[in-house]
């Protein structure tokens, strides 16, 4: 099998089709179903100046906080409303007051348009983000319809020749929640309210209209029933358990009112950041309705994230030649200014960032030394050279074993299953012998190891950059009988930039095979997400899923 590619022009098209069963179904006109596909965008530079002024209604509440402080960090001008013109934990935050169940409430929210964009920076350009909404009160159906009156209103802005206001995000929630909604009576208002909101945001502003649709958001530290949400620690855990293999396959099998419990919630931070970067046009391509995947992954987007912890190194070897390093923007990793550093001092840097990497003594640089992994990986990637494009390097096939460092669920979990040798490194203790590991291994433990041994884990990759292999090396019954999980997952080279050339591709699962038999694919995982190797040389693999969490990995001894 040969690597194929695909540019960013087609990178939507391919990115929103395909069930498992018929992946050359896309066209220009197919719009994926929000809850069984993903719908992966391709993103587009842009520099702090150029963003649009953004209009967020619902300013004050639970996401349009965490919208507010996500712009705030960006350095985005923005005006946010409130029905209660209070702020909500920033004293610093104006709100204006705009309550769009009035009568007149279009007519505000248009003169509200009109003085904005005599005021903006960047004249006649500006984005809407809603983050109002009600759900279990007597008003439901009146509030989330009355969104309608901004969508018009914002519409009206644009008769003519104008295109002032560019795009119009708004939340709404999957196709199972609305129709389960539909059919409770103490829900109905809440549908019907949300039904005509969106449906005046496709009429009025079609493609450049972004409806996301989370099932449940998390976040905060507390619980609460209306509406129904998870503090970040419990959310966290349950967006990592529901969305287990087992979990998903059962939720196909479901009934909505069963399934929709089963759906993984997604975090506050998220889903506040995919409205932003799709507001300021950060995300292309298919934006019309994000869900599951798709909403991750537009929120992970990373252009704008400012990579900071390096930056007295790099200021001090430029100096070194004379060169004034004057940082410009927020959104990249200073990749023009590091393409001045010398090659010898560049890959000394980088030889120790390695060894620091993998002594596994990241924290004497830091208190926290997860944080401080990343911020390793992340200057790493920021050094890698513009030539090194591991997707067109034959170095990226083989067999790599992961560096398991994170603390969520499924990390913690493996390192218990498997060897301490397989994950230790550097100054980690390893056992001498099974009687030392048997020892302090937890009654559990001693239990599931009688059915099930954890041998090793690690990702091969071959046809050419190709493929992928996620396999799990296993024992059953008292470690008699091998066995292997593999997860195949086909990969798409492509591109959303040129700084991205050659290093991003788009995964898909293909399928699962226990001990050779294949099981069938959740519907949630029929999806095509983000896979970027950010760094790659002969020991060494950083890659970002669509999360963009990053993750190293180390070459395997084969």
């Not at 029933?225 to 529901?242: K, M, V, Y």
């Amino acid at each position: 099998m040969s690597r194929r590619s695909i540019n960013s022009a087609n990178l939507f098209l391919s990115a929103s089709s395909s069930t498992q069963n018929d992946s050359s179904a896309a066209t220009e006109n197919s719009k994926a179903s929000s809850e069984n596909q993903a719908t992966p965008a391709r993103v587009a530079r842009a520099s702090a100046p150029e963003y649009p002024l953004v209009l967020l209604i619902g300013g004050s509440g639970f996401l349009g906080s965490e919208i507010r402080h996500q712009l705030q960090e960006r350095g985005v001008r923005y005006i946010a409303t409130s029905t209660s013109n209070t702020a909500a934990g920033n004293k610093d935050d104006e709100f204006v007051p705009l309550d769009l169940t009035a009568s007149d409430a279009g007519e505000q929210f248009y003169q509200l348009i009109s003085t904005s964009v005599k005021s903006s920076d960047n004249p006649n350009r500006i984005a809407v983000i809603s983050a109002m909404g009600a759900i279990g009160t007597d008003k439901d159906e009146q509030v989330n319809a009355a969104l309608a009156a901004a969508i018009r209103a914002s519409h009206r802005a644009n008769d003519g020749d104008k295109d002032v206001v560019e795009r119009f995000v708004m939340i709404g929630n999957t196709d199972r929640v609305r129709r389960l909604a539909r059919n409770v009576s103490f829900l109905k208002g809440y549908a019907s309210g949300k039904d005509e909101a969106e449906s005046s945001l496709r009429k009025c502003f079609g493609s450049q209209g972004c409806i996301i649709k989370p099932s449940f958001i998390y976040g905060g530290d507390a619980i609460s029933l209306q509406p129904p949400r998870l503090p970040t620690g419990l959310g966290s855990l349950a967006s990592e358990i529901l969305g287990l293999y087992p979990i998903q396959s059962l939720a196909d099998a479901l009934p909505d009112a069963l399934a929709l419990p089963l759906a993984p919630p997604v975090s506050v931070e998220i889903v506040a950041s995919a409205a932003v970067n799709i507001a300021l046009g950060i995300v292309e391509g298919y934006t019309e309705e994000l869900a599951g995947e798709a909403i991750t992954m537009a929120g992970s987007v990373r252009t704008w994230k400012e990579k900071s912890r390096y930056e007295n190194w790099l200021k001090e070897e430029l100096e070194k030649d004379g060169v004034v390093y004057n940082r410009s923007s927020k959104e990249s990793c200073s990749i023009d200014a590091v393409s001045e550093i010398d090659e010898e001092r560049r890959w000394k840097r980088i030889n120790v960032l390695k060894e620091r990497l993998l002594r596994g003594d990241s924290a004497s640089v830091d208190s926290d030394s997860i944080d401080d992994e990343v911020a390793i990986m992340e200057e790493l990637e920021c050094l890698r050279p513009l030539s090194m494009k591991p997707a067109n390097d034959p170095k990226l096939n083989g067999q790599w074993n992961f560096v398991l460092s994170k603390d969520d669920l499924g990390t913690q979990l493996i390192k218990e299953l498997l060897p301490p040798d397989y994950y230790s490194f550097g100054n980690a203790e390893v056992p001498d012998d099974d009687s030392a590991e048997t020892s302090k291994s937890p009654p559990w433990k001693l239990l599931l190891g009688n059915l099930y041994q954890l041998k090793g884990l690690y990702m091969r990759i071959h046809d050419e950059q190709s493929q992928v292999d996620i396999v799990l090396s296993s024992n059953i019954f008292f470690g008699k009988i091998p066995i292997d999980i593999v997860f195949s997952t086909s990969l798409l080279s492509t591109n959303y930039d040129d700084e991205t050339e050659g290093t991003l591709f788009l995964e898909k699962f293909e399928s699962i095979e226990v001990g050779g038999i294949s099981l069938p694919l959740p519907s949630s995982w029929q999806r095509f997400r983000y896979l970027e190797i950010t760094y790659l040389d002969e020991e060494i693999v950083i890659a970002r899923g669509s999360g963009g969490e990053p993750h190293v990995l180390v070459r395997a001894n084969e």
